[in-house]
T-cell receptor, first 111, second 115 residues
Framework: QKEVEQNSGPLSVPEGAIASLNCTYSDRVSQSFFWYRQYSGKSPELIMSIYSNGDKEDGRFTAQLNKASQYVSLLIRDSQPSDSATYLCAGNAGNNRKLIWGLGTSLAVNP | SAVISQKPSRDICQRGTSLTIQCQVDSQVTMMFWYRQQPGQSLTLIATANQGSEATYESGFVIDKFPISRPNLTFSTLTVSNMSPEDSSIYLC????????????FGPGTRLTVT
């Protein structure tokens, strides 16, 4: 099992729908989790961080963490074409401050 | 979040030459990282740039090929030495947000093409 695993996609949703992005992780990745958005030709941009079990909401974005099942997800409500990007899931391992990255999920929101 | 700049934004270099990429942050940060991202791929950590000491390299990356400097808490450079076409990639610096979190913020990246 990869340490942080994501479906590569592409995930395609119609405008206005909820986009659901999922990420699973191994035992080594244990503490904090992050979702980054990366537009084509641009650098990754942090959109959500989550540290404890449960949901965390920020505008149209909700991150969900379930440590018992070892998954973290990102929900995007009322998806817009401008949400079309690659979404990278990352987690940290231990206290060394390095992040372990998934391969990313490509999201396409169709008008 | 910190404002991070990188120079150059892109370059085309010949095989066998070296390129130094600069990363400047508008505030002092404890940790800086250098990544490589090849087309269509995720991020690969090259090294952690430590202020006042040698960088910490990840498996598969060595100092002779990717020397790193970090003379102060706002600046770092990555040199890609003796380049080959396989070094064509986007190189990104990131900084760790201060305050005890693990959030990283990225510079705009340097797109390197080696011919």
């Amino acid at each position: 099992q990869k340490e942080v695993e994501q479906n590569s996609g592409p995930l395609s949703v119609p405008e206005g729908a909820i986009a659901s992005l999922n990420c699973t992780y191994s035992d080594r990745v244990s503490q904090s989790f992050f979702w980054y958005r990366q537009y084509s030709g641009k650098s990754p941009e942090l959109i959500m961080s989550i540290y404890s079990n449960g949901d965390k909401e920020d505008g149209r974005f909700t991150a969900q963490l379930n440590k018992a099942s070892q998954y973290v997800s990102l929900l995007i409500r009322d998806s817009q074409p401008s949400d079309s990007a690659t979404y990278l899931c990352a987690g940290n391992a231990g206290n060394n401050r390095k992040l372990i990255w998934g391969l990313g999920t490509s999201l396409a929101v169709n008008p | 979040s910190a404002v991070i700049s990188q120079k150059p934004s892109r370059d085309i270099c010949q095989r066998g030459t070296s390129l130094t990429i600069q990363c400047q942050v508008d505030s002092q940060v404890t940790m800086m990282f250098w990544y490589r991202q090849q087309p269509g791929q995720s991020l690969t950590l090259i090294a952690t740039a430590n202020q006042g000491s040698e960088a910490t390299y990840e498996s598969g990356f060595v100092i002779d090929k990717f020397p790193i400097s970090r003379p102060n808490l706002t600046f770092s450079t990555l040199t890609v030495s003796n380049m080959s076409p396989e070094d064509s990639s986007i190189y990104l610096c990131s900084v760790l947000r201060t305050g005890g979190t693990y959030e990283q913020y990225f510079g705009p990246g340097t797109r390197l093409t080696v011919t």
